[in-house]
Protein backbone atom coordinates (compact mmCIF):
# COMPACT_ATOMS: atom_id res chain seq x y z
CA UNK A 1 0.00 0.00 0.00
CA UNK A 2 1.60 3.17 -1.06
CA UNK A 3 0.80 6.63 0.49
CA UNK A 4 2.18 10.08 -0.90
CA UNK A 5 2.63 9.92 -4.58
CA UNK A 6 2.66 6.45 -4.87
CA UNK A 7 -0.37 5.70 -3.23
CA UNK A 8 -1.72 4.64 -6.77
CA UNK A 9 1.53 2.16 -7.27
CA UNK A 10 1.03 -1.22 -7.63
CA UNK A 11 4.54 -2.50 -9.49
CA UNK A 12 7.20 -2.43 -6.63
CA UNK A 13 10.69 -2.73 -7.34
CA UNK A 14 11.24 -5.60 -5.17
CA UNK A 15 9.23 -9.18 -6.38
CA UNK A 16 7.89 -10.11 -2.58
CA UNK A 17 6.16 -7.00 -2.42
CA UNK A 18 2.37 -7.22 -3.13
CA UNK A 19 0.51 -4.61 -3.38
CA UNK A 20 -3.03 -4.48 -0.95
CA UNK A 21 -5.88 -1.60 -0.66
CA UNK A 22 -5.32 -1.97 3.18
CA UNK A 23 -4.17 -3.23 6.13
CA UNK A 24 -4.01 -3.79 9.74
CA UNK A 25 -2.11 -3.01 12.28
CA UNK A 26 -2.71 -3.42 16.04
CA UNK A 27 -6.42 -3.70 15.44
CA UNK A 28 -6.46 -0.42 13.08
CA UNK A 29 -7.37 -0.47 9.64
CA UNK A 30 -4.96 1.64 7.29
CA UNK A 31 -5.51 2.86 3.31
CA UNK A 32 -4.41 5.94 1.39
CA UNK A 33 -7.73 7.54 1.92
CA UNK A 34 -8.71 8.73 4.96
CA UNK A 35 -12.33 9.10 4.14
CA UNK A 36 -12.33 5.40 3.57
CA UNK A 37 -10.15 4.64 6.87
CA UNK A 38 -12.67 6.16 8.67
CA UNK A 39 -15.30 4.39 7.52
CA UNK A 40 -13.98 1.12 7.43
CA UNK A 41 -12.59 1.56 11.66
CA UNK A 42 -16.02 2.88 12.47
CA UNK A 43 -18.02 0.34 10.98
CA UNK A 44 -16.07 -2.31 12.51
CA UNK A 45 -15.83 -0.77 15.93
CA UNK A 46 -19.53 -0.07 15.88
CA UNK A 47 -19.99 -3.27 15.06
CA UNK A 48 -18.42 -4.96 17.77
CA UNK A 49 -20.44 -2.75 20.17
CA UNK A 50 -23.93 -3.55 18.57
CA UNK A 51 -22.23 -6.78 19.65
CA UNK A 52 -21.48 -6.78 23.48
CA UNK A 53 -25.13 -4.81 23.35
CA UNK A 54 -27.07 -7.69 22.76
CA UNK A 55 -25.32 -9.80 24.66
CA UNK A 56 -25.74 -7.81 27.76
CA UNK A 57 -29.56 -7.07 26.77
CA UNK A 58 -29.85 -10.99 26.74
CA UNK A 59 -29.11 -10.70 30.21
CA UNK A 60 -31.23 -9.65 33.23
CA UNK A 61 -29.47 -6.03 34.48
CA UNK A 62 -31.94 -4.81 36.14
CA UNK A 63 -31.38 -1.36 37.41
CA UNK A 64 -30.45 1.72 35.37
CA UNK A 65 -27.11 1.94 37.46
CA UNK A 66 -25.91 -1.20 36.42
CA UNK A 67 -26.52 -0.71 33.03
CA UNK A 68 -24.79 2.52 32.80
CA UNK A 69 -21.61 0.50 34.64
CA UNK A 70 -22.07 -2.50 31.07
CA UNK A 71 -21.94 0.13 29.30
CA UNK A 72 -19.14 1.90 30.58
CA UNK A 73 -16.87 -0.78 31.37
CA UNK A 74 -17.44 -3.60 28.43
CA UNK A 75 -19.22 -1.08 25.32
CA UNK A 76 -17.31 1.58 25.82
CA UNK A 77 -13.94 0.13 25.38
CA UNK A 78 -14.60 -1.37 21.68
CA UNK A 79 -15.03 2.35 21.03
CA UNK A 80 -12.42 3.77 22.68
CA UNK A 81 -9.23 2.04 21.58
CA UNK A 82 -9.50 3.53 18.31
CA UNK A 83 -10.84 6.64 19.55
CA UNK A 84 -6.71 7.34 20.74
CA UNK A 85 -6.18 7.43 17.48
CA UNK A 86 -8.60 8.81 14.90
CA UNK A 87 -11.47 11.59 15.37
CA UNK A 88 -14.64 10.00 16.11
CA UNK A 89 -17.34 11.38 13.42
CA UNK A 90 -20.85 12.95 14.50
CA UNK A 91 -22.50 9.73 12.44
CA UNK A 92 -21.01 7.55 14.50
CA UNK A 93 -21.43 9.12 18.08
CA UNK A 94 -25.15 9.16 17.17
CA UNK A 95 -25.45 6.12 15.80
CA UNK A 96 -23.94 4.34 19.15
CA UNK A 97 -26.06 6.51 21.51
CA UNK A 98 -28.86 5.25 19.74
CA UNK A 99 -27.82 1.79 20.85
CA UNK A 100 -26.89 3.23 24.21
CA UNK A 101 -30.46 4.69 24.59
CA UNK A 102 -32.16 1.26 23.17
CA UNK A 103 -30.33 -0.13 25.55
CA UNK A 104 -30.71 1.98 28.45
CA UNK A 105 -34.46 2.10 28.63
CA UNK A 106 -35.26 -0.73 27.05
CA UNK A 107 -37.40 -2.79 29.76
CA UNK A 108 -39.09 0.86 30.98
CA UNK A 109 -40.07 2.44 27.71
CA UNK A 110 -40.62 6.06 28.84
CA UNK A 111 -41.36 5.86 32.35
CA UNK A 112 -39.53 7.94 34.11
CA UNK A 113 -37.17 8.34 30.95
CA UNK A 114 -34.51 11.28 31.43
CA UNK A 115 -32.24 12.37 28.82
CA UNK A 116 -28.59 10.98 28.31
CA UNK A 117 -26.55 14.06 28.47
CA UNK A 118 -28.25 14.34 31.81
CA UNK A 119 -27.11 10.78 32.74
CA UNK A 120 -23.78 11.81 31.82
CA UNK A 121 -23.79 14.16 34.90
CA UNK A 122 -21.51 12.55 37.86
CA UNK A 123 -23.68 11.31 40.66
CA UNK A 124 -23.16 14.35 42.77
CA UNK A 125 -24.98 16.46 40.11
CA UNK A 126 -27.78 14.49 39.61
CA UNK A 127 -26.64 11.74 36.68
CA UNK A 128 -25.26 8.20 36.96
CA UNK A 129 -21.86 8.66 35.46
CA UNK A 130 -22.74 7.67 31.84
CA UNK A 131 -19.41 8.49 29.98
CA UNK A 132 -19.89 10.80 26.98
CA UNK A 133 -18.30 9.37 23.85
CA UNK A 134 -17.79 12.67 22.23
CA UNK A 135 -15.94 14.16 25.15
CA UNK A 136 -14.01 10.95 26.15
CA UNK A 137 -12.91 10.87 22.09
CA UNK A 138 -11.65 13.97 22.28
CA UNK A 139 -9.69 13.95 25.45
CA UNK A 140 -8.45 10.56 24.49
CA UNK A 141 -6.96 12.05 21.28
CA UNK A 142 -5.82 15.43 22.26
CA UNK A 143 -3.92 13.80 25.27
CA UNK A 144 -2.15 10.84 22.54
CA UNK A 145 -1.16 14.35 20.60
CA UNK A 146 0.40 15.55 23.51
CA UNK A 147 2.38 12.88 24.35
CA UNK A 148 5.00 12.95 22.02
CA UNK A 149 5.71 16.92 23.10
CA UNK A 150 5.43 16.16 27.07
CA UNK A 151 8.38 13.59 26.39
CA UNK A 152 10.49 15.26 23.54
CA UNK A 153 10.80 12.39 21.45
CA UNK A 154 12.23 13.83 18.36
CA UNK A 155 11.40 11.90 15.33
CA UNK A 156 7.45 12.40 16.59
CA UNK A 157 8.11 16.52 17.43
CA UNK A 158 9.09 17.29 14.00
CA UNK A 159 6.40 15.23 12.32
CA UNK A 160 3.91 17.17 14.12
CA UNK A 161 5.70 20.25 13.53
CA UNK A 162 5.55 19.90 9.95
CA UNK A 163 2.39 18.87 9.61
CA UNK A 164 0.54 21.28 12.28
CA UNK A 165 3.28 23.37 14.31
CA UNK A 166 1.25 26.65 13.75
CA UNK A 167 -1.04 25.22 16.01
CA UNK A 168 1.40 23.80 18.50
CA UNK A 169 4.47 26.57 18.55
CA UNK A 170 2.37 28.02 21.63
CA UNK A 171 3.05 24.69 23.62
CA UNK A 172 6.53 23.71 22.16
CA UNK A 173 8.38 26.71 20.82
CA UNK A 174 10.03 26.37 17.19
CA UNK A 175 7.87 24.00 15.70
CA UNK A 176 6.41 26.95 13.79
CA UNK A 177 10.19 28.03 11.94
CA UNK A 178 9.97 24.69 10.26
CA UNK A 179 8.96 24.28 6.98
CA UNK A 180 4.87 23.47 6.41
CA UNK A 181 3.22 21.75 3.48
CA UNK A 182 0.88 23.78 1.42
CA UNK A 183 -2.08 21.00 1.63
CA UNK A 184 -2.91 19.65 5.58
CA UNK A 185 -4.08 16.01 5.33
CA UNK A 186 -7.76 15.75 6.66
CA UNK A 187 -6.36 13.87 9.45
CA UNK A 188 -4.22 16.34 10.64
CA UNK A 189 -6.69 19.30 9.64
CA UNK A 190 -9.05 17.87 12.16
CA UNK A 191 -6.00 17.19 15.35
CA UNK A 192 -5.22 21.04 14.54
CA UNK A 193 -9.04 22.09 14.98
CA UNK A 194 -8.57 19.96 17.99
CA UNK A 195 -5.77 21.94 19.73
CA UNK A 196 -7.12 24.71 18.55
CA UNK A 197 -10.61 24.17 20.04
CA UNK A 198 -8.62 23.18 23.64
CA UNK A 199 -6.79 26.44 23.80
CA UNK A 200 -10.23 28.35 23.17
CA UNK A 201 -11.94 26.24 25.70
CA UNK A 202 -9.10 26.85 28.38
CA UNK A 203 -8.94 23.04 28.84
CA UNK A 204 -4.44 23.68 27.81
CA UNK A 205 -2.67 26.77 28.01
CA UNK A 206 1.32 27.42 27.54
CA UNK A 207 2.02 26.97 31.32
CA UNK A 208 -0.23 23.46 32.46
CA UNK A 209 -0.16 21.25 29.15
CA UNK A 210 2.49 19.21 30.52
CA UNK A 211 1.11 18.23 33.03
CA UNK A 212 -2.71 17.55 31.47
CA UNK A 213 -3.96 14.14 31.62
CA UNK A 214 -7.17 12.43 29.79
CA UNK A 215 -8.84 12.33 33.25
CA UNK A 216 -8.30 16.14 33.57
CA UNK A 217 -9.26 17.24 30.17
CA UNK A 218 -12.22 14.85 30.24
CA UNK A 219 -13.77 16.70 33.56
CA UNK A 220 -13.36 20.08 31.38
CA UNK A 221 -15.30 18.81 28.96
CA UNK A 222 -17.84 17.68 32.22
CA UNK A 223 -18.52 21.04 33.29
CA UNK A 224 -20.31 21.76 30.30
CA UNK A 225 -22.34 18.76 30.38
CA UNK A 226 -26.56 19.76 30.89
CA UNK A 227 -27.61 19.91 34.60
CA UNK A 228 -30.62 17.82 35.56
CA UNK A 229 -33.97 20.21 35.17
CA UNK A 230 -35.55 18.56 38.41
CA UNK A 231 -33.12 18.87 41.89
CA UNK A 232 -33.49 15.65 44.13
CA UNK A 233 -33.48 16.08 47.58
Known sequence: MGIGR???????????????????V?????????RALLKKNWEYRVGKFIQIMAMWSSRGVKTLFQRVELVNVFASARIFYVASVLPIPKYVIQRVEKHIGNFLWKSSGKLLRVSMAELKN???KGGLGLLCL?????????????????????KSVNHLGYWIGEVLDELYPGLINLNHPQTIPNYFASLAELVAEAFLSGTIDAQSWKKITNKMIYRQH????????????
Open 6 to 24: WKDREEWPLQYLQAVKEIK
Open 26 to 34: FGIFLSNSF
Open 122 to 124: STV
Open 134 to 154: ESMGKSLLLSQLLNPLRHGDI
Open 222 to 233: ARSFPQPKVALD
